[in-house]
């Protein structure tokens, strides 16, 4: 899914839900709407400013009339930007609603209606036509038709016309609304000629006008037309003038705090000691206080989301966030900071740092950074000019030069020239993956080897896995074996292990299980006789058993051995019946093997490795598991078998070790005893104390702090 957010204003679907519980109030607003059957028409406008969801709670009022099954009200929306010319609003307003009538059901009032709003709205203009209306064409060219020339259109009665569509309407016996959203959207002579239109058609019996506008741009739209009083005009004609509710700033935090979890699946601030805490202190502080509305959120997560992954590992993530909320909540900063990041950081990018002085630099260049911040009104200058303080430390006279250049970019801070020229060039150069290269790395067996090294990084290596992967539609290795081998090598580097470990949300798919899938796609490209020799092959190899696991579970699955959902056709199965067994056997003597040397400790799937081997050599495990238990070190090492089990909008990932698991591994009374001393001798690692405390209890704990997790 793109992470992207539009600018679409929710539904109140499970989509797209109501997150600043409004609903409440747009359900009174819904039940207000609907008038008594004698009741004349009434103009309303919900005013905002924009960004503050005025078309969210439009929307959400829709919902709940469009659930109305006893009033079964006619809702219609104009949408006045279709409109060419704002002198036809009139008439464009009469033709669109007249189409809106006459689809809402075939009775013959409705009918009827529909057809004396058409006669009304020829007495306005020539027709122009407005796409979306198709069914009423042969019904308008009829009444123009039958009713002349311009020059008779003129002769006829527009209140004898408009009596006939009052009557007409009076008869459906339906309450109508009429939503007329982005008023401020539109031009201001199209603004004027909008609110005159409304003043035109707004006499319809049991019909309600919703207006959705911000109040200053249409105030200053009416008074460049010349409107002495534009307060008391749009009094006279909108009876009803309602507020959108005030945002709480409970639930914009929360919005923000959902949008920073769902940012990414990893742990955004362990890149770099402290980045959590500055995190916590800068929302806070400075951040928090100058976010006002939904939009801000989504503009500054959309940026973020790009930029994120993009500086991953370069950048701190609390410097990027602080950076991009300056892009949104103040531009022009933003702007000085990329023509002269020297004036923030005191490093003059033309000279040579160790010559710089940046204590003289951010002076010489004060009077320049406080005219930006004279551009942003208070109180929110005040916070900008914090942000910017903790961001550069310089500019609130504390670091200490040039030696602090060093510092700053140990912490990711872009208060180091270094990290800020990446941040602001969003990183492409140290993220880059050549196509050629992946090219190479496919079919060229002689530089396989230097092209892991060059990509084996933290930044990279997700990125060349995933082009290995979507080159292999076009390209496959002429060396399947060799190829497979060096995936399955590649796979227990360290680098990978460390990736493989990395918390992900449950829709991202592991780096090993990435490698599978290119596996996967190999093999199944090799004639039969050939794809089974290679299997065997590799199946053998205990330095290989974390993609082999993968190798073998997909055999095994064939068969349908594990869920019948997932057996195939005889003649697409790998190994025959027969043949499964060897396989099987052969698989499990390596991982045997691998246990027993203490080599399984060292692979990058464990998770898998374990889980096969529970499902298919079960009564082996105790043995093998046995001499793991004994020493820390291997019994760290061990438990990370089951670093990985859910994730949550709270604390993110966390642990559950089952006690069918451990009874696989032996006696879960003695494994737990064991596991409670170790307990004891202190554990640092988070994810470890976690899993240890899982196996103690049976509970869920939180990988981040190690805390126990309650039902949500």
């Known amino acids: 899914m793109d992470k992207f957010h539009s600018d679409l204003p929710i539904k109140g679907d499970q989509d797209s839900p109501d997150r600043l519980n409004r609903e409440k109030f747009s359900i009174r607003l819904a039940e207000t709407l609907i008038l008594s059957p004698e009741s004349s028409s009434v103009v309303m406008s919900i005013e905002g400013k924009w960004g503050y969801g005025k078309s969210s709670v439009l929307n959400l009022v829709k919902k709940h009339l ?30 669109q609603f007249a189409s809106a009538i006459g689809l809402s059901d075939g009775a013959n009032k409705t009918q009827s209606a529909a057809k004396h709003l058409l006669a009304y709205s020829q007495i306005f203009a020539d027709m122009k036509w407005v796409p979306g209306t198709e069914p009423w064409t042969s019904l308008v060219e009829k009444a123009f038709k039958g009713t002349g020339s311009k020059s008779k259109l003129e002769e006829l009665s527009i209140e004898q016309r408009k009596s006939s569509a009052i009557k007409a309407l009076k008869s459906l016996k339906k309450p109508i609304l009429v939503f007329v959203d982005d008023l401020d959207r539109l031009p201001p002579d199209e603004v004027f000629q909008m609110i005159r239109a409304v003043k035109a058609v707004s006499e319809f019996p049991r019909t309600v006008f919703i207006l959705a506008f911000e109040r200053q741009y249409v105030i200053e739209a009416l008074s460049s037309h010349e409107i002495n009083e534009p307060e008391k005009y749009l009094d006279k004609i909108i009876q009803v003038r309602l507020n959108l509710p005030k945002i709480s700033i409970v639930d914009l935090h929360a919005l923000a705090i959902e949008e920073l979890n769902n940012l990414s699946d990893a742990n955004l601030t362990q890149h770099f000691p402290g980045d959590q805490n500055r995190l916590g202190k800068i929302y806070n502080l400075c951040i928090k206080p100058i976010i006002k509305n939904p939009r801000e959120i989504k503009r500054i997560f959309n940026r973020l989301y790009f930029i994120e992954k993009a500086t991953r590992g370069e950048v701190a993530f609390t410097d990027l ?124 067996p002689g530089q396989r080897a230097k092209l892991t090294h060059d990509y084996c990084t933290s930044e990279k ?223 640092k690692d988070t994810t470890s104390l976690a899993i240890y405390k899982s196996i103690s209890t049976g509970k869920e704990y939180y990988t981040i702090d190690g805390s126990i997790r309650k039902s949500l």
């Open 66 to 95: 469009e659930s109305d099954k006893v009033n079964k009200p006619i809702i219609f929306d104009f949408n006045p930007w279709l409109v060419g010319n704002a002198k036809n609003l009139v008439q464009e307003f009469l033709v």
């Open 321 to 444: 966030f602080g950076l991009e909320t300056l892009a949104i909540k103040a531009p022009s900063v933003y702007e000085h900071i990329i023509s002269n990041p020297g004036a923030y950081t005191g490093i003059t990018p033309e000279i040579d740092p160790s010559f710089d002085k940046p204590e003289e630099n951010i002076k010489i260049s004060q009077d320049d950074r406080n005219r930006e911040l004279r551009k942003i009104d208070q109180p929110e200058r005040s916070h900008i000019e914090r942000l910017l303080k903790e961001l550069f430390p310089l500019l609130a006279g504390t670091g200490f030069g040039q030696l602090s250049q060093t510092q700053y970019s140990q912490e990711g801070r872009i208060a180091s020239s270094e990290r800020l020229m990446i941040a602001i060039s969003y990183g492409l150069p140290t993220e880059e993956v050549s196509t050629k290269d992946v090219k190479a790395f496919i079919e060229v």
């Open 461 to 683: 290596l997700e990125r060349f896995i995933g082009l290995i992967k979507k080159s292999l539609e076009k390209i496959m290795p002429e060396d399947p074996l060799e190829f497979i081998q060096h995936i399955g090598k590649m796979i227990e580097l360290r680098e990978f292990n460390e990736l493989e470990a990395k918390p992900r949300d449950m829709f991202t798919l592991a780096p090993t299980r990435q490698c599978w899938i290119i596996v996967k796609e190999v093999l199944q490209g090799q004639a039969i006789k050939k794809r089974k020799k290679i299997i065997i092959e590799l199946v053998g190899d205990e330095t290989l058993i974390s993609l082999t696991s993968h190798m073998t579970d997909e055999c095994i699955r064939q068969h349908g051995r594990v869920t019948k959902e997932e057996e195939i056709p005889q003649d697409e199965r790998w190994f025959e019946e027969a043949e499964l067994n060897y396989l099987r056997d052969l698989w499990v003597d390596a991982a045997s093997k691998a246990f027993k040397n203490k080599s399984f400790l060292e692979r990058s799937d464990k998770t898998r490795v374990f889980f096969l081997m529970k499902q298919i050599a079960r009564r082996l495990l105790p043995e093998l598991i046995s001499p793991l238990l004994k020493s820390n070190k291997d019994l760290d090492k061990l438990v990370q078998t089951f670093r990985g089990y859910g994730q949550d909008s709270r604390k993110g990932a966390y642990v559950k070790v089952e006690d069918d698991w451990l009874c696989a591994m032996g006696d879960i009374d003695l494994i737990r005893k064991r596991v409670k001393k170790r307990i004891k001798e202190g554990v």
